[in-house]
């Protein structure tokens, strides 16, 4: 690729794979509504709003590949996330539609399917059961990707994340936890693969136990190299095994299940 933009690019995991993901473009093409003052030599910033369907035709224009980390990451007011969420995704698919379909990766995320109990295993087929506004408009994302490829062929990549992450942080982490590595191989798959279509993946690392099946994506050849397992026996110590009856312990979505509809922003943001 000679130009690819990555959308959240000031946030954790969008500085991971721009740290991991240089090589893949000429020009990486940096975005986010936060200061970008780090750039380094291939970098091009580009400070935009996603809410701004001018400015983002403008930031799409030229790329022939988008990683899409762009958003509202957690729960929060429904306003907050409409803007970045629903109406930033609708003027990033336009954008590329009218600048020859570039393909994208989609960051979605595992509380598309936060009503799902740990010990169900589920596959991508399964209906959506979102945890929270935030769940909801990830699978209005992946709704919004599905008719836009049958629609207009644009391939996208729906990576329904669990944890991205440096480490697994708490024990239920220890079953979705993605690793950066692990991403950034992922990312290298969509964009190489002869083919794409518009699959949905299961975003997490080669943990054990295992609450979500990748079959339905194995044609793009990814294999997780990484586990959570080296992390369980301190994690079991310290924060500890939760509660039983505790969200923690029995939904897939963990505390978000818990959370109400804020109508103002919350002070600290789940994960």
Known sequence: ?????????????????????????????????????????NEEPFACDLADSDAVLRMVEGCDGIL????????????????????????L????????????????SNHTVGFYRQDQFIGVDQPTRPDGLYGASKCFGEGLAQMYFHKFGQET????????????????????????DDMASLAERV??????GCPTIWGVSDNQPKWWDNSASAYL?????????????ELERNP???????????????GFVDDPIYTEPPRALNR
Not at 75 to 85: K, Y
Not at 93 to 108: D, G, N, V, W
Not at 160 to 174: E, Q, Y
């Open 221 to 233: 050849g990814w294999v997780p190299k990484d586990s959570s397992e080296i992390y369980r026996s």
């Open 191 to 196: 964009f190489k693969a002869p083919y794409l």
């Open 240 to 254: 500890g095994i939760p509660d039983r009856g505790s969200s923690q312990a029995k939904w897939q979505g963990g």
């Open 1 to 41: 690729m000679k130009r690819l933009l990555i959308t959240g690019a000031a946030g954790n995991m969008g500085k991971a794979m721009r740290q991991r993901l240089g090589h893949l473009a000429e020009t990486i093409r940096i975005s986010d509504i936060a200061p970008l003052d780090d750039a380094a030599a």
């Open 68 to 91: 899409h980390f762009g958003g509202v990451p957690s729960e929060n007011t429904f306003a907050s996330i409409l803007d970045s969420n629903i109406r930033g995704l609708h003027n």
């Open 93 to 108: 698919y336009e954008a590329a539609r009218k600048h020859s379909k570039p393909r994208i990766l989609f960051a979605s």
């Open 157 to 180: 990549a729906i990576v329904r994340i669990g944890a991205c992450w440096p480490r697994p942080t708490t024990v239920r982490m220890l079953s979705i936890w993605l690793s950066f």
